[in-house]
């Protein structure tokens, strides 16, 4: 998958000094609390500082696991 294709996912995207931050998906969230990062070895990391469970992030915005591997530009 590509980079812009998984941060399209999330809609209004922010770049940081160290990946992406979103708004969450899986829950009502006021302030962006996603956190998205990619591995040097092209693996994608999401993490929601409200603590929501990856799967349900995955599910909400139709990908599954699988789609964070290979993540290229």
Avoid at 1 to 22: I, P, Q, S
């Amino acid at each position: 998958m590509k980079l812009t294709e998984l941060l399209d996912r999330f809609g209004t995207v922010t770049a940081t000094h160290d990946g992406w931050l979103a708004h969450c998906p899986a829950h009502t969230d006021a302030q962006a609390s996603l956190r998205i990062a990619v591995t040097p070895t092209g693996t994608a990391l999401l993490t929601c500082r409200a603590s929501c469970d990856t799967a349900n992030v995955l599910g909400v915005v139709g990908l599954s696991f699988s789609d964070l591997y290979n993540v290229t530009d």
